[in-house]
């Protein structure tokens, strides 16, 4: 099995596991503090143990990277590095607000530019937004590209969730010049919207999300055709540490992206 069916396939299940979840008192029970920092609540970890127990199940020899999990040696001699968000928007998927997913990913090394392949599913509606290295990127069975006719209006994603005062001064002017920004709640889901062409950029520079936050959705808008940049405007990489935490720019093409930051200074 290719590692983009094994993604895709345990990406199911995980729909399967968790669809009628959101919202319920069981989705919600309180795990402690998972390896990412944040409270682990029972949905993440369904979602966890769904992909685990899958992986093990079909021998599949990688070393894990999850977000609650913490890092899960599955074989002695592992191919490369599975990165598991199995739950992205967890707070809106226990609230019952429809807007959350799972992002896995695969890298051959210890860095984003060795990602080969990425998935991403929204768990509301089991929609699945994928990539493979230099095969193009889909969503479910058609190819899909990056926004590129010069569009009437710009819809820009923004992620303002916890931003410090001196960073929304900074994006002011982006809030004065477009009427369309717009922040959903799960980063690894915008980036695949944003990679349809359903947004013109998708912005975060809070230097505050994590790897597995942003590692499918990383090689899925470049497959799409989109750029992805770091703080400073240069071609982002990082490594996979859990210490690691990035800012980027996605953007359809240079063109909007310099319209967009125009008057920004960061
Ligand atoms: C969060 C979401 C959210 C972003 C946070 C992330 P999680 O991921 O992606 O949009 O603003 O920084 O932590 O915790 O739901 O997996
Ligand atoms: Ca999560």
């Not at 093990?56 to 890092?71: A, P, Q, S």
């Not at 080969?116 to 230099?134: C, F, H, Q």
């Not at 923004?158 to 931003?163: E, M, Q, V, Y």
């Not at 505050?208 to 499918?216: E, G, H, L, S, T």
Request: net charge negative; proline share 2%; glycine share 8%.
């Amino acid at each position: 099995m290719e590692v983009i069916d094994i993604l895709r396939e345990v990406s199911k299940k995980i729909y399967e596991n968790v669809k009628d979840l959101s919202g319920t008192e069981e989705a919600a029970g309180d795990f402690g503090i998972g390896a990412g920092g944040d409270i682990s609540r029972n949905i993440d970890i369904i979602a966890e143990k769904t992909v685990l127990d899958y992986l093990k199940e079909i021998n599949f020899e990688c070393t894990v990277l999850g977000e609650e999990c913490g890092r899960v040696e599955l074989s002695d001699n592992p191919k490369g590095f599975l990165i598991m968000d199995a739950i992205d928007g967890s707070a809106n998927s226990v609230r019952g607000v429809p807007f959350f997913c799972s992002s896995l990913a695969f890298a051959t090394d210890y860095k984003l530019s060795s990602i080969t392949d990425g998935v991403i599913t929204n768990l509301s509606t089991g929609d699945m937004y994928w990539a493979s290295k230099e095969n193009g990127a889909f969503f479910n069975n058609s190819k899909m590209h990056v926004h590129e006719k010069d569009p009437i209006y710009k819809i820009v994603g923004i992620n303002t969730s916890g931003a410090t005062p001196d960073l929304m001064k900074k994006l002011f002017p982006i809030f004065e010049q477009h009427n369309h920004t717009r922040h959903f709640g799960a980063n690894a889901l915008e980036m695949a919207m944003f990679a349809k062409g359903l947004m013109d950029v998708f912005i975060d520079l809070r230097k505050k999300i994590r790897i597995q936050d942003i590692a499918a959705g990383y090689l899925i808008v470049k497959e799409a055709g989109g750029i992805i940049l770091d703080e400073n405007f240069n071609s982002l990489d990082a490594d996979l540490s859990y210490e690691t935490r990035v800012s980027f720019v996605a953007a359809s093409n240079k063109k909007i992206l310099d319209e967009i930051f125009h008057d920004v200074k960061l």
